[in-house]
Structure formats: C-alpha cells, structure tokens
C-alpha cells in the first residue's frame, strides 16, 4: 500500500544524497587524508547524523525551527562556524617533506570516534538539511502514514545514506586514488578547506523560507 511513496522517498533522496556538500567534502577529506577505516566511521556519522532529522521530523520540531528565524539562524551559524573552522585549519597545511609519506603516515593518526563525529556533526547541524526533512515528511509523506511506516522510511534514510558514503569513502581511499592526492599533498589539504570555507560561506547566507 505504501510502496509507491517509499519508492518516491527513494527517489528524492538520492537525488539529494548525490550532490556534493558539506557532506560529500568531509568523507573525501577524511578518506584521501586519513585512509579507508576513517573514511567509513565519517560515513557512518553522516548517516547517524540523517537519524536527528528524522528524530524531530517525526515530533513535529522540524515545523518549529522552519518557521522560527531565531532557531533557524542559530543552527545555521552553529553549522556555518564548524564548516569554518575545519576548513581553515585545512588551507593552514604546510608543506612537508615527501607529501605521500606524509599523507599515508596520518592514516593510523585520525581515531575511529573524531572522524564519526566529524561526520556526524556536518550532517546533524545541516540547516539545509532540515528544510529537506520537513519538506519530505510535509509534503512527499503523507500525514495519514502510521508513524510506524514513517520511521521505517527514515531508518533507510539512515541506512541508504550512511551505505552512499561509504562507498564514496571506498572510492576516495582506494590505493591508487590516494597515491594521486599524494602528489598533490598539501595543496589537497588547501583545496578541500577551500571548499569547506565556500560551502560555510554559502551555508551562512541561506536564507529561511
């Protein structure tokens, strides 16, 4: 009976869980940077991130913070400062001696926990994210779907996204992609904080409604 709404649920999200943004940014940098291992607990933290949304999406919360510009703002700023943050700590990298040593000797430096949270804070604090969740659970979702049938449809929320980027991460940390960023060592580093300052930059001026 609900199939034809899953599949459209389906849909919408993996249009929106293919185009890069903070979250795609973050698993690539901790996957090239860190290796595979760090990549897939990012992943996993995106994807743990999802759950938060679909927490307050299914209590109604998601209805407050849209139409509250003050809450809205300030989850914006919390996300937009975060994005800063780990983006100009990224363009600081300084050159080193043998950028691929350098880049392969901080894969056993990253701990399974600071790359989840890293990932797990990006998503979570996503203002962005939240207008696709109230719009999803408003507007795609039916009101009258059992609440039982709506939290199933955000556990694969959960699952589909936290399985998109760990494949990223397995793209991104394969031996042969990181031995290319290797080349580039610090200028990788750059590029990604760029991206991160841009994509806080942008976060920053997201306007409600």
Not at 64 to 90: C, D, E, P, T
Not at 159 to 175: G, K, N
Not at 181 to 201: Q, Y
């Amino acid at each position: 009976m609900y199939w034809a709404e899953f599949f459209t649920v389906a849909l919408i999200h993996l249009l929106a869980v293919a185009s890069p943004g903070p979250d795609f940014a973050v698993v690539v940098k901790e996957s090239v940077t860190h290796g595979r291992k760090a990549g897939r607990y990012c992943a996993w933290g995106v994807g743990c991130g999802i759950s938060i949304h679909v927490l307050y999406s299914l209590l109604g919360i998601g209805l407050i913070v849209s139409q509250s510009v003050v809450l809205f703002n300030a989850l914006k700023w919390l996300a937009a400062a975060y994005l800063l943050y780990i983006g100009i700590r990224a363009l600081q990298a300084k050159p080193a001696a043998g950028d691929a040593e350098r880049l392969y000797a901080e894969e056993g430096e990253r701990s399974p926990r600071a790359a989840f949270v890293s990932g797990f804070v990006t998503n979570g604090l996503n203002p962005k994210v939240t207008l696709f969740f109230l719009s999803l659970f408003t507007v795609v979702i039916d009101p009258h779907t059992p609440l039982h049938m709506q939290a199933s449809y955000g556990l694969y929320l959960v699952l589909a996204t936290a399985l998109w980027f760990t494949l990223i991460a397995q793209v991104f940390s394969h031996e042969r992609v990181r031995s290319g960023f290797a080349r580039m060592g610090h200028w990788f580093d750059r590029l990604m904080g760029a991206v991160l300052v841009g994509l806080g930059i942008k976060l920053a001026f997201t306007q409600l409604g």
